[in-house]
């Protein structure tokens, strides 16, 4: 399967990784729209979000994106939490962004 996430999880594109555990990697964004814009990726390949059937990986995703936020400093900077699914997204294969400093003002 011709997918770039996959990719990086089997560590044939070479990614400087944020966090990383036998489950989940996390990585910064190419093009970030935020100074702080990180990926929250499953390693194992799931399509779309309505496909995350596997509470303890959710549990363990939310998990990741809270000590994210804590390590960058975000929580009191402002962060905001986005996934794209059902079409909305560019690469099919399930990941949070996280994204900050954000204010108040600008909403999506
Ligand atoms: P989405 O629209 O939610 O699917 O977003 C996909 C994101 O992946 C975009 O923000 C891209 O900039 C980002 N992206 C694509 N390729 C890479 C890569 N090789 N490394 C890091 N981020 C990437
Ligand atoms: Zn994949």
């Known amino acids: 399967m011709d997918c770039i996430f996959c990719k990086i999880a089997k560590k044939e594109i070479p990614k400087d990784f944020?966090?990383?555990d036998d489950e989940i990697m996390v990585f910064s964004d190419?093009?970030?729209i935020a100074s702080?814009?990180?990926l929250v990726v499953p390693k194992e390949?799931?399509?779309d979000f309505l496909e995350l059937k596997n509470d303890k990986l959710f549990g363990k995703l939310a998990n990741t994106i809270q000590k994210m936020v804590k390590?960058?400093?975000l929580k009191?900077?402002?962060y905001r939490l986005v996934l794209n699914g059902g079409g909305a997204q560019i690469i099919d294969h399930?990941?949070?962004h996280v994204v900050g400093p954000v204010g108040k003002k600008v909403k999506m």
């Open 94 to 96: 399930l990941h949070f």
């Open 76 to 78: 009191d900077k402002g």
């Open 45 to 47: 390949h799931i399509t």
């Open 30 to 32: 190419i093009n970030p």
């Open 18 to 20: 944020t966090y990383e």
């Open 36 to 38: 702080t814009h990180l």
């Open 71 to 73: 390590k960058t400093e």
